[in-house]
């Protein structure tokens, strides 16, 4: 195994017993080098360990929990380098799911890129997955998202356009109509409220 065993996989094993009596020695191997990897990418390795619990949890045998932790670890890779060392791990976690969904890194980029410190895109990240999952597709998604940002919307506003285009989908709508008409409406919330942005 390699060192990082004693660091942070073998803090965990330690901490709950159950992974080394439920994982293999190879996959507990493998683990434990695509944590080191990550690390050396300066990429969070907890959301690494989350993905392991969660495959336990699932009932997941060693392998495939290998390759899932390894696939995220890409995708996490990916968003790194697009968005820097100043995004948080949650922003990292959310653009690996949006990388999941397929949407290319180099749009995350953009959308960091424009916003800049100012915000937080956690949520936005993460709703742009869920409306690529639902059948938008990957460049409407992304447009209609960073319309959001670029108008300074607030993530209450994100996620009522996440919703609107949820039902709408679900009621018939094509999902590329959905998001399109939706986000005409709600990138327009922000400045039709200047009042409530001055209270916040």
């Known amino acids: 195994m390699t060192a990082l065993v004693a660091g942070a996989f073998g803090r965990a094993e330690a901490q709950d017993p159950r992974i080394g009596n439920r994982l293999d020695a190879p996959s507990r191997k493998a683990l434990s080098a695509l944590v080191d990897s990550a690390r050396a990418q ?29 696939s995220l670890t890409v995708e996490m890779a990916n968003a790194h380098r697009v968005l820097g060392a100043v995004a948080t791990t949650d922003e990292l976690k959310a653009a690996a799911s949006a990388v999941h969904a397929g949407v290319p890194a180099v749009e995350l980029g953009k959308m960091k890129k424009q916003s800049g410190l100012r915000r937080s895109l956690t949520l936005p990240f993460t709703v742009l997955a869920d409306i690529v999952s639902r059948g938008v597709p990957v460049q409407t998604a992304a447009n209609a998202i960073r319309s959001l940002v670029g108008a300074g919307a607030h993530d209450r506003d994100i996620s009522e356009f996440q919703r609107n285009v949820q039902v709408d989908i679900e009621k018939g709508a094509q999902p590329k109509a959905a998001a399109e008409t939706r986000v005409k409406g709600a990138v327009t919330t922000p400045a039709a409220r200047p009042e409530k942005r001055e209270q916040e």
């Open 42 to 70: 300066g990429i969070p390795v907890e959301p690494l360990m989350e993905k392991v619990y969660q495959g336990l949890a699932m009932g997941a045998d060693g392998s495939r929990i290998v390759v899932a932790v390894r």
